[in-house]
């Protein structure tokens, strides 16, 4: 069998943190990670300067489908909304009975596809115009196919509940075990 696979999709101006503690979470566990530059090329530049090297393109990563979409936040969301790949991807991705995962101002991304409607979520603080309903007190808040956390300082436990989603909560008690949790 197959591990579970996941798409993140990384942007100019993408919060490190909320990027790199998820993926290396999830491929401690065992989940097949793609990381995909929204941009023509594969090197994408973060909030704090920090350069990466994506695996692949947006637009070559469409061609597979994923168990899960994973939308780090950071002030580089506004590229994630301007996309309009992007908002159709995690349209379908609901529509196929398969969840989006979003953090910081990533649950922007929802609001526009209009998949948090009657939806409870959470969301950066700072969002609150825009998403008034957030569980501003949750950290982590799981609704359906519709998985949200806060911010930076959320993104190991928004990992392990990755975990838990993709795999079970045993392995996410595993991996947080594994790295003194």
């Known amino acids: 069998m197959n591990p579970p696979s996941v798409l993140t999709i990384l942007m100019n101006g993408f919060e490190e943190i909320e990027a790199a503690a998820p993926i290396d979470l999830l491929r401690r566990a065992g989940v097949r990670v793609v990381v995909a530059a929204l941009g023509p090329g594969v090197c994408v530049t973060g909030r704090c300067g920090l350069t990466w090297l994506a ?9 597979e489908s994923f168990d899960l979409v994973f939308l780090p936040g950071g002030p580089g969301v506004k590229h994630l909304r301007a996309d309009p790949r992007v908002a159709a991807l995690v349209k379908a991705q609901v529509a196929a009975h398969k969840p989006v995962a979003a953090i ?3 649950p922007t991304v929802l609001l526009d596809a209009g998949l948090l409607a009657g939806k409870h979520y959470t969301a950066y603080p ?14 982590v808040v799981e609704d359906g196919l519709i998985l949200t956390s806060r911010g930076a300082g ?20 595993e991996i947080k075990q594994s790295i003194c949790g």
Do not use: Y
């Open 55 to 63: 695996e692949t393109t947006l637009a070559e990563a469409q061609k």
């Open 104 to 106: 910081c101002a990533a």
């Open 126 to 139: 700072g969002c609150r115009d825009e998403l008034p309903e957030m569980l501003s007190g949750r950290n």
């Open 154 to 173: 959320t993104a190991v436990e928004f990992g392990l509940a990755l975990i838990a989603r993709l795999l079970s909560p045993a392995k996410a008690t």
